[in-house]
């Protein structure tokens, strides 16, 4: 499948950890509560955003997946980006936004 023929947007977010955790918090301070039924699963959707799902990874492997086009962004940690960043896709670093 070519990912240009998706219709679907993905976002990933980290799968554990303490960053998992605060960007959950910040999609649902910011009004996008990720509806997850089964903590196992490694998908889920928010509901305010139809046409997105989410998908659970881990950290290093978000930004593997924004470099090749196999999710359209992700929420991770800088040091991920660092040392995963590579060539490939050009990304968009915000700053830390640490749970607060």
């Known amino acids: ?13 980290p799968s554990k950890g303490r960053l998992a955790r605060e960007a959950l918090d ?7 509560p990720v509806y997850k039924p089964n903590p196992r699963q490694l998908r889920a959707d928010i ?4 046409g997105l799902t989410v998908l ?3 950290a290093g492997d978000i930004v ?20 995963r960043g590579g060539a490939g896709r050009p990304g ?3 700053p830390s936004f640490r749970g607060r």
């Open 26 to 32: 910040l999609l649902a301070r910011a009004g996008l």
């Open 56 to 58: 659970f990874q881990r």
């Open 64 to 83: 593997v997946g924004v470099r090749s086009g196999s999710v359209d962004f992700g929420i991770t940690g800088w040091d991920m980006v660092a040392e």
């Open 47 to 50: 509901p305010a955003l139809p």
């Open 1 to 13: 499948m070519n990912f240009s023929d998706r219709s679907e947007i993905r976002l990933a977010l």
């Open 92 to 94: 968009c670093v915000l």
